[in-house]
Nanobody, 124 residues
C-alpha cells in the first residue's frame, strides 16, 4: 500500500508561484509513474502533469506548459510540482497520484493510489 500526502498549497496572487510536494510512504515509488491532477469546483478532474518512474519523461496539459514543472526525487520518495506565473484559472484542489509500472500517462483511470489533495487558490 502506498500513502501519498500533498503539501504546499495556499493562497497566492496572480503571477505568483507555489511549489507542491507529495510525500510517499508505505513503499518506495521509484518504480511507479506519478502525476499531478486538479479539480476545480463544478469541473472534472484533469491531469496537470505526469512523469515516468526515472523522471526522464514528462507530460503537461497545454494550459500549463512553460509555467509548471513536474519533478521527482526517488531517493526522498517525493514528487514535486513547481507552479509559476499562476493564473486564477489554476485555482483547484491538487492531487498527486501513483500508478503501477514506470510509464507515464495523463489518464486518471490508470492511477492506483491518490493523495487527499491540497487547495491552491489564485486571486486576481
Amino acid at each position: 500500500q502506498v500513502r501519498l500526502v500533498e503539501s504546499g498549497g495556499g493562497l497566492v496572487q496572480a503571477g505568483g508561484s507555489l511549489r507542491l510536494s507529495c510525500a510517499a510512504s508505505g513503499r518506495t515509488v521509484s518504480n511507479y509513474a506519478m502525476g499531478w491532477f486538479r479539480q476545480a469546483p463544478g469541473k472534472e478532474r484533469e491531469c496537470v502533469a505526469a512523469i515516468n518512474s526515472s523522471g526522464g519523461i514528462t507530460f503537461y496539459r497545454d494550459s500549463v506548459k512553460g509555467r509548471f514543472t513536474i519533478s521527482r526525487d526517488n531517493a526522498e520518495n517525493t514528487l514535486y510540482l513547481q507552479m509559476n506565473s499562476l493564473e486564477p484559472e489554476d485555482t483547484a484542489v491538487y492531487y498527486c497520484a501513483a500508478k503501477f509500472g514506470g510509464s507515464a500517462t495523463m489518464a486518471s483511470f490508470a492511477y492506483n493510489y491518490w493523495g487527499q489533495g491540497t487547495q491552491v487558490t489564485v486571486s486576481s
